[in-house]
């Protein structure tokens, strides 16, 4: 079992930047590839971003390419989204959520473990 627990969320203004922050606990981090996902009222929950176990590759929705970074830290069992120049339409609730699997990692599918989620609320 891996245990997620998500931090930073909060309001911003439009054009603003926010930190997100995904603690870990439980089966070793550092063997589980990393997502974040976000889900609007209405909306279903859709992929963000994605970085494996060591960190050697990342990507991005098309939306949030050049605006959003994801990094981990081993050492400190934690993954974390920057956030930056924020628009409207970012505001959702953002999950972060661990993966045994080397593929379709852009997929929900393919995570075992999910946190509670974080709100980020962008005002315009």
């Known amino acids: 079992q891996v245990q997620l627990v998500e931090s930073g969320g909060g309001l911003a203004q439009t054009g603003g930047s926010l930190r997100l922050s995904c603690a870990a606990s439980g089966r070793p981090f550092s063997s589980y590839n990393m997502g974040w996902f976000r889900q609007a009222p209405g909306k279903e929950r859709e992929f963000v971003a994605f970085i494996t176990w060591s960190g050697g590759r990342t990507a991005y929705a098309d939306p949030v390419k050049g605006r959003f970074t994801i990094s981990r830290d081993n050492a400190e069992n934690t993954v974390f989204l920057q956030m930056n120049s924020l628009k409207p339409e970012d505001t959702a609730v953002y999950y972060c959520?661990?993966?045994?699997?080397?593929?379709?990692?852009?997929?929900?599918?393919?995570?075992?473990?999910w946190g509670q989620g974080t709100q980020v609320t962008v005002s315009s």
């Open positions: 959520a661990a993966s045994s699997s080397i593929t379709k990692l852009a997929t929900r599918e393919a995570y075992d473990y």
